[in-house]
């Protein structure tokens, strides 16, 4: 069965440039989240998409940061105008969300990005 | 906001036990849960516990909640190498928006042969 996965695995980009990140959910999940991971650092929630909801933005560290989700399928996260410091692993998660509270988020394998 | 504590670097010698405690913040999370990172891997679900309960056992793996000092604590007993790992600690608090989980920071256990 498919796991959650993620594209590309590694981006490298110079300052300045737009990167897009891609999530491939599994499929009937519908909920869906995008971390960041610094290098020795701890998880970093950005945003969390749940159905027809509205997105939970709360994470996002600034307008240079979005994302969208069409309908309970792809998402991509764009991050305009990368700086150094937006240098990390992006991880996307995916998971059923029903009434008990409980909730298992299943993770990809991150994407990597490197700004010179 | 909730904020989840772990500390961030534990050490232990092949054989022995780890100890790896968290605390956090919403006393209305009904379930808290140990995710387990891997080098160049994702986070992947290891155990949880429900809030009603205290202890849960599962193989050499064993979670402590005390809900009065909102303290979690996972303990792996006989650490093998191949559990070096990053260890996250989360919670979903009751009142928080349905289906968010709030990590801590991760703790790095390194296990020496």
């Known amino acids: 069965g498919a796991g959650v996965s993620q594209s590309p695995s590694n981006k490298v980009t110079e300052k300045g440039k737009d990167v897009e990140l891609r999530c491939d959910p599994i499929?009937?999940?519908?909920?869906l989240y995008w971390y960041r991971q610094r290098l020795g650092q701890g998880l970093e929630f950005l945003i969390y998409?749940?159905?027809?909801?509205?997105?939970?933005k709360s994470g996002l560290p600034s307008d240079r940061f979005s994302a969208e989700r069409t309908g309970e399928s792809v998402s991509t996260l764009t991050i305009q105008r990368t700086q150094q410091e937006d240098s990390a692993v992006y991880l996307c998660?995916?998971?059923?969300?029903?009434?008990?509270?409980?909730?298992?988020?299943?993770f990809g394998p991150g994407t990597r990005l490197t700004v010179l | 906001g909730e904020d989840v504590e772990q500390s961030l670097f534990l050490s232990v010698r092949e054989g022995d036990s780890s100890v790896i405690n968290c605390t956090y913040t919403?006393?209305?999370?009904?379930?808290l849960y140990w995710y387990k990172q891997e080098p160049g891997a994702g986070l992947q679900l290891l155990t949880y516990i429900f809030s009603n309960m205290d202890m849960k056992q599962d193989q050499r793996l064993t979670v402590l909640l005390n809900k009065k000092d909102k303290h979690l604590s996972l303990r792996i007993a006989d650490t093998q190498t191949g559990d070096s790992a990053i260890y996250f600690c989360?919670?979903?608090?009751?009142?928080?928006?349905?289906?968010?989980?709030?990590f801590g920071r991760g703790t790095q256990l390194t296990v020496w042969p």
């Open positions: 998660a995916s998971s059923l969300v029903l009434g008990g509270h409980f909730i298992e988020q299943f």
């Open positions: 989360a919670e979903s608090p009751r009142g928080s928006t349905l289906g968010r989980l709030y």
């Open positions: 919403d006393s209305s999370s009904t379930y």
């Open positions: 499929s009937g999940h519908t909920a």
């Open positions: 998409f749940q159905g027809n909801s509205a997105p939970d």
